[in-house]
């Protein structure tokens, strides 16, 4: 004949660890690249939307720009985007603070 079966040949000591280190190097990786930087988007979104006063100029996700007339209690702020017409936005809507206005003394 010309062909000859073929025989697999057993893995030699292996054991349960090396073939956990493809997946715990993919799962580090994941981390490191996606959801590490993420995280800090979110706590740095989180400290600029605290950190919005009255008289400072933002962008709403929405694409919408204004200037900060109020801030309410909780969650929402004034916005006003032309003379004498205000919204009122959730804050978490804020995408980007332009000027920032220097705090009262």
Known sequence: MFVTPAY???LGGGGALTS?????????IMYFL???PQQKKVKDHRAMV????R???VITQGGI????T?????????IEIAKE?????????????????????
């Open 34 to 36: 996606l959801i590490r």
């Open 85 to 105: 017409v205000t919204i009122r936005v959730v804050k978490s809507t804020l995408s980007t603070v332009i000027t920032k206005t220097e705090p009262a003394s």
């Open 65 to 68: 720009f204004g200037k900060v």
């Open 8 to 10: 697999a040949q057993s």
């Open 20 to 28: 956990f280190v493809p997946l715990i190097l993919i799962f580090a």
């Open 50 to 53: 605290e950190a919005v006063r």
């Open 70 to 78: 109020k801030v309410k209690e909780g969650d929402e702020v004034e």
């Open 55 to 57: 008289g400072d100029q």
